[in-house]
């Protein structure tokens, strides 16, 4: 009789468990595709002249910009070249 119990629990824990892991993927694809979205539309929309940030919290405004990389006037004379994909926001 005690058995039945043990394996009874057994299988409604990892059913609870399951269950669990099918919610939070789930969620995290709904979560990622918002995101690549919102990237999406970001990257759509730079400029030359955008103020930007970037993913280490620095910001700029777009001087050169390309298929892969841009150019970012960071203060007078300063140029840094970063990835498009470095960009998180448009200011």
Known sequence: ????????????????ILVGGLIYSLMSSLELRRRRK???ELHQ???VGCEVMFSAGLTGVIH???????QIRLADQVLVKVSRYAITAIL
């Open 1 to 16: 009789m005690d058995g039945h119990v043990i394996l009874n629990s057994s299988l409604v824990f990892i059913g609870f």
């Open 38 to 40: 919102r990237l999406a």
């Open 45 to 47: 929309r730079l400029s």
């Open 64 to 70: 050169e910009l390309d298929e892969e990389f841009c």
